[in-house]
């Protein structure tokens, strides 16, 4: 062969050399140990996976239909089997068992074993067997959450999982007050929560700068209080068939909705929708900037106490869940005395309403029922008031502004957000305990956490996906995994597992320096 010929080949030769991709069809498996929120306990079967396949059906105890009909559903969309969901027991295949589970597990843990011949979730409810799920789901290859149908294969990696919460209460906060969000957009936001285990979602539905639930007794407080936003947008509201629509989108999903209507302060929405309320009788105009603290309920009026009776009676009736916030921060306009009698009043008012109070810490300068939760949102580690709450009973949900809200900046050049509270890039957000943050205030008064994204800067869901991932799933650790697991080398490589997901999801998270993310991803 001459020189030429051989020189022309070399190319082809060299071609030969580079490292074979992945076959086209080869799905990567999953590593067993790529879980957010870390398991319990888990071990992976080595060498050993179950193949989703086009024989794959879904065998669901009585009750765990709804819940095995969404996992079909997610199965079917991107594997394009038709993966039947029929009552178990079944061979092979995903179980949905509600017997069988360790007592350990308690309410909402469960058991999880994957084989060759067959995947079985155990539980001892409904919502363990959801949380069960969402540990499938994120054991499956990323092409899962494909919009359309991929080749595959589809191999989950075997091993065993029992597992369980640290803390009952694991909660976002989403400010639809500053900015108005559809329905559709929390559902997507929903979504997101349940795939880390979340099963609070705290809806902030009002504020100076908008009031979004519609109340049939002061229809105003929709119809004018909600017609704007910060910004002067067009603002928006929810009638309450579409409050249900979420109550009951989110229920479906083990997560229960905690309505927030903010008082005395930040209400500038409802004080601008019906004179009366003001002290004065005189309205303000909307508004539309981002100042706080204010504004303030009329505290000596009667019709003050009619207006929230009904407004929380209303909303009680529409809301399944045992929590309504009455929020309680930032009254700066309202003299401390006034507002500590205003406090133990509309705590009355809830409870009579047959639904738990929830406010923000500053309640603790009132005198909380027993039964009120308080949310912690200060940037300290020591509060006095706090502190002797909780020595007289009071559980805490712990949201620390500078480790728990979303709307803070990640550093100084991202676009969203404020940065009043400090710049929170991911290892922040993951490195605190809890369970041990506030002096004199024990684990045994933390009910959980819970991640707030006030919206003064943020407009679109993708807006929502930058600023809560990958900071959302580092609280959901924090409120789902022991402690003894809590390693920020361990958590940083779970996190970044998980962006390819996100990357199929159409998630919009930020990529933080801090986390290395698959290539792809
Ligand atoms: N504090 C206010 C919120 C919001 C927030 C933005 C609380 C409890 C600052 N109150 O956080 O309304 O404006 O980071």
């Not at 979420?246 to 019906?274: C, K, Q, W």
Request: charged share 10%.
């Amino acid at each position: 062969m001459s020189i030429r010929r051989l020189l022309a080949l070399l190319p082809f030769f060299l071609l030969t050399l580079l490292p074979a991709g992945p076959p086209a069809t080869a799905a990567a498996v999953v590593a067993f140990g790529t879980v957010v929120p870390v398991p319990v306990t888990s071990t992976v079967t080595t060498g050993v996976t179950y193949g989703i396949t086009a024989s794959t059906a879904v065998y669901a105890d009585p009750g765990a239909e709804g819940i095995a009909e969404r996992l079909a559903a997610l199965l079917r969309r991107s594997t394009g089997y038709p993966v039947p969901v029929s009552a178990a027991p079944g061979v092979g295949g995903v179980s949905l068992l509600l017997s069988g589970a360790p007592a350990t597990v308690g309410a909402e843990g469960y058991q999880l074993d994957v084989t060759a011949a067959s995947i079985v979730i155990r539980a001892t409810g409904l919502a363990g067997l959801s949380n069960g799920i969402q540990t499938l789901h994120q054991l499956l290859p990323v092409a899962v959450d494909a919009a359309t149908v991929q080749p595959g294969p589809w191999p989950v990696p075997g091993g065993h999982i029992v597992d369980y919460p640290r803390f009952g209460y694991r909660g976002a906060m989403l400010d639809v007050a500053r900015h108005f969000f559809p329905v559709s957009a929390v559902e997507r936001y929903i979504d997101q929560l349940v795939l880390y285990k979340i099963n609070y979602l705290h809806l902030h539905l009002s504020d100076d700068q908008g009031w979004r639930i519609a109340i049939n007794s002061w229809p105003n407080l929709a119809t004018y209080g909600g017609s704007t936003a910060v910004g002067g947008g067009a603002g928006g509201y929810y009638t309450q068939a579409d409050y249900q629509r979420i109550v009951s989108y989110a229920a479906a999903r083990f997560v229960t909705v905690v309505p927030e209507i903010d008082m005395p302060g930040h209400t500038n929405a409802a004080l601008a929708s019906y004179a009366p309320l003001n002290c004065d009788g005189v309205a303000p105009p909307l508004y539309t900037g981002t100042d706080v603290g204010f504004s303030s309920l009329c505290t000596s009026k009667e019709l003050t106490y009619s207006f929230i009776d009904q407004v929380v009676g209303e909303l009680a009736a529409l809301t399944p869940g045992p929590y309504l916030h009455i929020g309680g921060d930032e009254a700066a306009s309202t003299a401390p005395a006034d507002y500590a009698a205003f406090i133990n009043r509309a705590q009355q008012i809830v409870a009579a309403h047959g639904k738990t109070v929830v406010g923000w810490h500053d309640v603790t300068k009132a005198t909380p029922l027993p039964s009120t939760l308080a949310q912690y949102w200060g940037t300290t580690t020591r509060d006095a008031a706090v502190q002797t709450a909780a020595q007289n009973g009071t559980k805490l949900i712990m949201s620390p502004a500078n480790r728990a809200y979303l709307d803070m900046k990640y550093n100084s050049r991202t676009p969203l957000g404020q940065s009043w509270a400090g710049y929170i890039d991911v290892k922040t957000a993951y490195g605190w305990d809890p369970g041990a943050y506030l002096t004199g205030v024990p684990a045994s008064a933390v009910l959980g956490v819970e991640a707030p994204l006030w919206t003064e800067t943020i407009t679109t869901s993708a807006d929502i996906d930058y600023m809560a991932f990958p900071r959302l799933p580092a609280i959901a650790e924090l409120g789902w995994s022991p402690y003894s697991t809590h390693n920020w080398t361990a958590f940083k490589q779970r996190l970044g597992a998980q962006g390819p997901r996100w990357h199929v999801m159409g998630v919009n998270y930020y990529h933080s320096a801090q986390i290395s993310w698959p290539g792809g991803s």
